[in-house]
């Protein structure tokens, strides 16, 4: 089925999603939102980031979209029930298949979560590891900062390194083996974050487990593209476009253009 893929952020963190997605399944079409005029939602409330995504979710289905990937950690917490309720078509979030990845590959079953005030506060990756896994325990923190200092660029700035060790400080008492990267900002800031916690700790990226999330979810209900030729991307943004796309090309890895203005 050759529909393109709708997947949005709150901003441009999401397109580390877009570019796990394209390096499974380079021949799926892809739609992105990246909601920059409403950005950060980390310290919003669920009425809003739920209202937000509501409308985002309208957008996408104009295009008709076969699914729905909420490349959003927040969005995912507070809003990924209501979208599957409210939506025709399979919608997906970050958050489940970053923590049935972790609940997997832990051995200690002791889980470090960090994400932004939104996500941790949900308490939506606590939940969903013990699902897949009861004996699991798991310690999370809120890391704010994080997200600022990535949009800036300051991917291994002094700054940076001292924030990280300041936030991920805890985790070396409560001796962890795998921690979750819960915020689509922070697999820009793996090094950092590897370099603090030590190689005994293993990083799960959220945007990975997605992608495959993504993959299964479209062969189970036939829905893969049948293209041959690599799919196409649209990239859409609620405000300064121009700088979505400079900024943008560090998250997708490679270079973008042609991004397009939507007022929602
Ligand atoms: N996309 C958000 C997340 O993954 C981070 C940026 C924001 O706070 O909006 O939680």
Redesign the pocket.
Known sequence: MNRPIGIF???L??LTVVSAVRDLLPHESIIYFGDTAR????PKSKEAVTGYARQIAAFLLSYDVKMIVIA???ASAYALKTLQKSVAVPVVGVIEPGARYAASISHSKRIGVI??E??IRSLSYTAAISRFDKRAEVFTRACPLF?PLVEEGWLDHPVTRLVAREYLSLFAHHNIDTLVLG???YPLLKPVIAKIVGKSVRLVDSAEATARQVSDILIENDIVSGRRQAGSYTFYSSDAPQKFQELGERFLGRPMSGVKKIIL
């Open positions: 952020d709150s901003g963190g999401g950005v950060p939602y980390g959003c950690n927040t994400g932004t939104g996500t997200v915020c689509t900002h």
